[in-house]
């Protein structure tokens, strides 16, 4: 089979658990591909089992970006950007096809549509911001609004990393970063085709809850007490990923393993449906499909 005529590589997205990654498996075994990842948790090294990342049995086509970063690392969206550039550039050079698969909407939004030039933050800034975000703990959300208006429309509450972000960008420049995003440049001119995977949700809540349960009967404990014992702040990234605060919790006996499988089975789910939501109504120019099948694809090609 072909690639697609007049495309530079591909994009596949949609919620977790929805067959991203065999799909674009499948694709890169017939395209001479290689894949490239767009989920913000999968980079780290630490936390392979509660994010689903690939093994080294499952990368029979190449992998990029998977497990690359240390936990203590926060993997920031311009950092991804600049790595899939140079690595879709690498992989076109060498013949082979780029195929960036992932659910982290707005690492693939940037990827497409191009970053803010905002200013690089003074550490001091950063460091002012995090004591706030400890400070007003029970109402950050409220505090960014507050001085950043147009923010409350557009960043979740309970979206903490990018209210921290907002406000060390107003912080440093005086300016909203909804403002600064109004900026963006596309970072590649080259062409691709987005794919979103859109299951039908009591078919994707049954995988998830099921794969939650597995990971739990396959390593995903130890996973997180190895995470505690190295006495990271619960701010990082890699911390607050879905089923590590929920396994922090058991770890410390504030929960039971039952309550903690409900509770990050739960939020797993709602985390689906956010992203499904982005997808939805954030990405215009895409081919939706139902199925993560090549037989869906090329029916929808």
Partial sequence: MQRPPNVDFFIIAGP?????????????????????????????????????????HEEIVPHHLYGVLEPHESGSAAWWVEQTCITINDCMTRGRFPIVVGGTGFYLHALTTGLSPVPDIDPVIREQVR???IEHVNDFADFVYNLDPLTRERIRPTDIQRLARALEVFLQ???SIIIWHGKARPPLSY???????????????DVINKRFQFMVENGAIEEVKKLMQLGLSPNLPIMRAIGVPELTAYLKGDL?????????QKNTRRYAKR???????????KIVIYKSDMATLMKEF
């Fill in 173 to 175: 420049t005086g300016i």
């Fill in 191 to 205: 062409h691709y085709n987005y794919v979103v995977i859109e299951p039908e949700r009591d078919h994707l809540y």
């Fill in 256 to 264: 039971s393993l039952e309550k903690t499988i409900e509770q990050a």
């Fill in 16 to 56: 977790t658990a929805s067959g991203k990654s065999h799909l674009a498996i499948e694709l890169a075994k017939v395209w001479d591909g290689e894949i490239i990842n767009a989920d913000s948790m999968q980079v780290y090294k630490d936390l392979s089992i509660l994010t689903a990342r690939p093994q080294p």
């Fill in 131 to 133: 004591n706030l975000s």
């Fill in 275 to 285: 992203q499904m939501t982005w997808f939805r109504h954030q990405v215009d120019k």
